[in-house]
């Protein structure tokens, strides 16, 4: 049995807001994405006080950590007590990294198309597919023992919700994740707050 979770995307960065694949790419938040860890943050307390004794984990990549260190400060926490997990890292999209969609469409026509028909199981150059991060993230999820708070991606968040929720290969990539709420995994559902 899995124990409460709350997952935190991380919050906006210039190349989210210009609709860039990021993957494992180091981009540092905007200050929108500032705004809206440090809402998350409030929100997690308000809702969830006792979330200030979970355990705090993120992905190594600037935005997330940026993001952990400020929700926990708009908790009343010190911000740098939280544990980095290199498994946590976003989907890498390989050679499609700091592409937009209309890039990828004029360079790549044949792999869009590829990639739209079959989101789970294709591969950028160089990349990594959604079935591969969800083998990787299962690992992970295998390792939690008790209630945690994740600061991490979207690519993750959507097959740690498949996994959690049992949905299939091709509902799992469509999931819509936010970055201004967060997701709280009570052991048998996935609440957006």
Not at 81 to 90: A, C, N, V, W
Not at 108 to 113: G, K, L, N, Q
Not at 123 to 142: C, K, N
Not at 151 to 170: A, D, I, K, N, T
Request: net charge negative.
């Amino acid at each position: 049995m899995v124990p409460t979770l709350v997952f935190i995307r991380h919050g906006e960065t210039d190349w989210n807001a210009e609709g860039r694949f990021q993957g494992q790419q180091d981009i540092p938040l905007n200050a929108r994405g500032r705004g809206q860890a440090r809402r998350n943050g409030r929100v997690l307390a308000e809702n969830l006080p006792q979330a200030a004794g979970y355990d705090f984990v993120a992905s190594p990549l600037k935005r997330t950590r940026e993001t952990m260190e400020i929700l926990r400060g708009a908790m009343g926490l010190e911000p740098a007590e939280y544990r980095l997990d290199p498994i946590l890292k976003e989907i890498t999209f390989g050679d499609w990294e700091g592409f937009t969609g209309a890039e990828l469409k004029a360079n790549w026509p044949d792999r869009v198309v590829a990639r739209e028909a079959d989101k789970w199981g294709f591969t950028p150059p160089a990349g990594e597919s959604y079935a591969m991060l969800s083998e990787r993230i299962a690992r992970w999820l295998d390792t939690v023992d008790r209630p945690t708070v994740v600061v991490s991606h979207g690519g993750v968040c959507r097959v740690l919700q498949g996994l959690l929720l049992g949905l299939g290969p091709e509902r799992t990539p469509m999931l819509d994740i936010p970055q201004d709420r967060f997701m709280i995994w009570d052991g048998k559902d996935a609440i957006w707050v």
